[in-house]
């Protein structure tokens, strides 16, 4: 079993920047590919971004290419976000989730295994 506890959010004007940090506890961290997601109320969860077991590969969805970039830290049990340039349309809750693959299907909710419980990021105009 393994927990996903989200941090790091707030309140930022656009243009502005935050760094989510997701903190792994029980099981072998490095055993699972880590992905972020977020969450407007009345829309689905959207897919933000992925990283390997490793950290040394990613994905990430269009709306936040050049913008987000994600890293793990596998003696820390860490996944952080880096979140640049943020927009209104970045206001949502987001999550990490833990699955035990790592591929194209990266962007599938359905494929992860553990969530955190989410933490909010609201970008003001």
């Known amino acids: 079993q393994v927990q996903l506890v989200e941090s790091g959010g707030g309140l930022v004007q656009a243009g502005g920047s935050l760094r989510l940090s997701c903190a792994a506890s029980?099981?072998?961290?490095?055993?699972?590919?880590i992905g972020w997601f977020r969450q407007v109320p009345g829309k689905e969860r959207e897919p933000v971004s992925a990283?390997?077991?490793?950290?040394?590969?990613?994905f990430s969805a269009g709306s936040v290419s050049g913008r987000f970039t994600v890293s793990r830290d596998n003696v820390k049990n860490t996944v952080d976000l880096q979140m640049n340039d943020l927009k209104p349309e970045d206001t949502a809750v987001y999550y990490c989730?833990?699955?035990?693959?790592?591929?194209?299907?990266?962007?599938?909710?359905?494929?992860?295994?553990?969530w955190g419980q989410g933490t909010q990021v609201t970008v003001s105009s």
């Open positions: 989730a833990a699955r035990n693959r790592y591929d194209t299907r990266w962007q599938i909710p359905g494929e992860y295994i553990y």
């Open positions: 029980g099981g072998t961290f490095s055993e699972y590919a």
């Open positions: 990283i390997s077991f490793s950290g040394q590969s990613s």
